[in-house]
């Protein structure tokens, strides 16, 4: 079964806006990473929670980790075109796998 | 920062050929590679990890036979999908981390797309 599950599917916004997209998990975790992915490409690393973090800020990203509630939050502030993209979670298990949620598709118009 | 490179970035095939597809990281050695399917719209499923001089350990459900990884040096590890069919068509990804940190940033290549005819 997926470890993180994305929260809303799809989301499609205003340039300018902010986006928050969540991710929910079932099972203890070390860390919680957040991965972009263009259309058609690979995934791109955006930043790494641990599991003793409850905040942690890189630009206009800012991810928050509830290890009681096992939920993550992505948002992102003053969203542009080029943010557009599906944005994934994934939590770290033991022997370095890590395991990907369904995602969130994100359209930011112009 | 770290690079992984795969290739081919497309691939048509014909039903019952064998299929290659590389994964290299350019400028960091990786001991241990990750191979994924991801189908339209959905998450990556991790197919296998590949280990460098080693067996590749294969996820429940993934036929080892008919997705060959080979992970000769510590730069590169292929998969080869072997008598593909039609229902073998996705998008395959690799990755690895540039550390020996299991709880390293993953680096991705860029994807295969494989269409089997």
């Known amino acids: 079964s997926q470890q993180g599950e994305e929260d809303p599917q799809a989301l499609s916004i205003q340039e300018g806006e902010n986006a928050t997209m969540n991710c929910s998990y079932k099972t203890s975790i070390n860390n919680l990473q957040w991965y972009r992915q263009n259309s058609g490409r690979g995934l791109v690393h955006l930043i790494l929670i641990r599991s003793n973090e409850r905040e942690k800020h890189s630009g206009r990203l800012r991810v928050t980790l509830d290890t009681s509630k096992k939920s993550s939050s992505l948002l992102i502030t003053a969203s542009r075109a080029a943010d557009t993209a599906s944005y994934f979670c994934?939590?770290?298990?033991?022997?370095?796998?890590?395991?990907f949620g369904d995602g969130t598709t994100l359209t930011v118009k112009p | 920062g770290a690079v992984v490179s795969q290739h081919p970035s497309r691939v048509i095939c014909k039903s019952g050929t064998s299929v290659k597809i590389e994964c290299r990281s350019l400028d960091f050695q990786a001991t241990t590679m990750f191979w994924y399917r991801q189908f339209p719209k959905k998450s990556l499923m991790l197919m296998a990890t590949?280990?460098?001089?080693?067996?590749?350990?294969?996820e429940q459900g993934v036929e080892k036979d008919k997705f060959l990884i080979n992970h000769a040096s510590l730069t590169l590890s292929t998969l080869t999908v072997t008598s593909a069919h039609p229902e073998d068509s996705s998008f395959y990804i690799c990755s690895a981390r540039d550390s020996t940190g299991v709880y390293s940033p993953l680096h991705f290549g860029n994807g295969t797309r494989l269409t089997v005819t």
């Open positions: 994934a939590t770290d298990t033991n022997a370095g796998k890590s395991t």
């Open positions: 590949s280990n460098e001089g080693s067996k590749a350990t294969y």
